[in-house]
C-alpha cells in the first residue's frame, strides 16, 4: 500500500480523462459564490514534473498530456487547460499538477480543502505545496468518513486510490454507500482502472446497481507498455453536476 508512487505515472491518459472531468467539476461548482468543501481520499504528492527521470522512465506523459497538448485536445478555456497553464506559469514548463493543485487554481477563500496521504515521503512533498488544505496523514476512506457530512456541505469528494490494495474493489462500493448516506447532497467521484483481468467489473457493477443516477465515464486506450494491464480509465460520480455527462462524452471521443 506504501510503495506506490503516481511520479511514474503522472500526466498519462488516465490522468487526462480524471482530471478533464475533476477540473470541469470544480469550474463548474466555483461558479457559484455559495462556498463549498473539497476532498480528497488520496491525495499524493500533488505536483509533478513531467522531465523528472521517472517521469521519462515510462514514457506515460508522453502520451497523455503531452500528446493532448501537441494534438489540441483541450482548448485553451477548458478549466483543466487554465489550472494546468497556472501551474506552469508558477513551476515551470513540465509541471503537471495532481489532482489537489487542480483544485487549488479553482478553490477560493471560503472554501475549505482537506486531503489525506498516508505515504510519508508524498505527505512531506505534498505539504511543500498545498498550504490551502488541511492535510491528514492517515487513511482516505477513515478521513472522509470522519468528517462527511463537511462544512460547507456543498462540495466534491475525489476517491483515488492506487488499487494495491486489492481489497478495495470490494470495499469501496460500502464506503461510497455509508458516504453518500451520510452526505447526500455532495457530489462523489470515483476514479478506477480498467484492467485486462477485469477485476473493477464487479465493483462498477455494485455501483451501478446501487446508485443507478450515478454517471459512468470510461475510456480504453493501449497499454503503456508490453504486458502492462490497465487498458483504460473509468470515473463514476454521484450527484453528477447538470452538464457533466455532455463533458464526458466529450472527452471519451477523444480517445
Sequence with gaps: MLSYQHAYHAGNLADLHK??????????????PKPLSYLETHAGRGLYDLAAPVAAKTGEAAAGITRALSESWLPRD?????????????????????????????????????????????????????????????DGF????????????????????????????????????????????????????????????PMVEALRRDHPQALISEVRFPPARPGHGMIGSGMAVLNPPHGLAEEARRIEALF
Excluded at 152 to 179: C, F, M, N, Q, W
Aim: charged letters at 20%; hydrophobic letters at 50%.
Design 19 to 32: 482530471h478533464a472531468l475533476l477540473a470541469w467539476m470544480l469550474a463548474y461548482l466555483t461558479a457559484k
Design 78 to 138: 477548458h478549466p483543466l487547460r487554465l489550472a494546468l497553464d497556472a501551474v506552469r506559469i508558477r513551476h515551470g514548463a513540465t509541471a503537471y499538477p495532481g489532482s489537489p493543485l487542480i483544485a487549488r487554481h479553482f478553490l477560493r477563500p471560503g472554501d475549505a480543502a482537506h486531503l489525506a496521504e498516508l505515504h510519508p515521503a508524498e505527505h512531506a512533498a505534498l505539504a511543500q505545496v498545498a498550504g490551502f488544505a488541511h492535510l491528514h496523514r492517515q
Design 142 to 201: 477513515q478521513m472522509a468518513q470522519a468528517l462527511c457530512p463537511p462544512l460547507p456541505r456543498r462540495g466534491l469528494l475525489l476517491i483515488d486510490p492506487s488499487y494495491e490494495v486489492k481489497t478495495d474493489y470490494d470495499a469501496i462500493p460500502r464506503h461510497i454507500a455509508k458516504l453518500a448516506r451520510k452526505w447526500n447532497v455532495g457530489v462523489i467521484a470515483l476514479w478506477y482502472p480498467i484492467l485486462t483481468d477485469s477485476r473493477h467489473a
